[in-house]
Antibody, heavy 120, light 108 residues
Framework: EVQLVESGGGLVQPGGSLRLSCTAS????????MNWVRQAPGKGLEWVSA????????FYADSVMGRFTISRDNSKNTLYLEMNGLRVEDTAIYYC?????????????WGQGTLVTVSS | EIVLTQSPGTLSLSPGERATLSCRAS???????LAWYQQKPGQAPRLLIY???NRATGIPDRFSGSGSGTDFTLTISRLEPEDFAIYYC?????????FGPGTKVDFK
């Protein structure tokens, strides 16, 4: 059974930094692209970032480009999202999601999410 | 960026009725890489359909997807009580990946 467990969320001041982690199990982590998707309170889903299975190529939404960095450690079955220059509008539940395989990035399985609150 | 528009915003129906949800893209979706998700309050989204018409593992056959180019449809043939939720479409053929704003299916 695929399991994705996010951690690292919390309260941070505007301009601050946070690193999210997502620990994966139940599948061959190193064979799948991975995604981060967020959902602001009471709002819809917003794709944030993705990374290819090897970790060599990242993709970003325009809203986070230059501020967020996605990475992965395939030896630890862990996905990361380094978030710098945080803004109030980055407040959301952040989900990690397993890609569909064969270089596709639909979100086949989701974690339970971790809440990031950016506020002074 | 491909913008996805979903209609209607809210669909009010009764159990047993047919639901037809629309997702329209601002430009053609590459490789028909269009997915549908269901989300219930307080829960993470769940994948229903990928590549326009392929049901994800464990998804009942009352859910079906169709479409091509810029127009896509999710159909729920007969609504069950557990199907009342918000549904999102997503295109994953072109970066940045994008989601639609969602359609809420609620009780009439």
């Amino acid at each position: 059974e695929v399991q994705l467990v996010e951690s690292g969320g919390g309260l941070v001041q505007p301009g601050g930094s946070l690193r999210l982690s997502c620990t994966a199990s139940g599948f061959t982590f190193s064979s799948y692209g991975m995604n981060w998707v967020r959902q602001a309170p009471g709002k819809g889903l917003e794709w944030v970032s993705a990374i290819v299975a090897s970790g060599s190529v990242p993709f970003y939404a325009d809203s986070v480009m230059g501020r967020f960095t996605i990475s992965r450690d395939n030896s630890k079955n862990t996905l990361y999202l380094e978030m710098n220059g945080l803004r109030v509008e980055d407040t959301a539940i952040y989900y990690c999601a397993k890609g569909g395989g064969s270089g596709t990035y639909y979100c086949e399985s989701w974690g339970q999410g971790t809440l990031v609150t950016v506020s002074s | 960026e491909i913008v996805l528009t979903q209609s209607p915003g809210t669909l009010s129906l009764s159990p047993g009725e047919r639901a037809t949800l629309s997702c329209r893209a601002s430009q053609s979706v590459s490789n028909t890489y269009l997915a549908w998700y269901q989300q219930k309050p307080g829960q993470a989204p769940r994948l229903l359909i990928y590549a326009t018409s392929n049901r994800a593992t464990g998804i009942p056959d009352r859910f079906s997807g169709s479409g091509s180019g810029t127009d896509f449809t999710l159909t729920i043939s007969r609504l069950e009580p557990e199907d009342f939720a918000i549904y999102y479409c997503q295109q994953y053929g072109t970066s940045p990946l994008t989601f639609g704003p969602g359609t809420k299916v609620d009780f009439k």
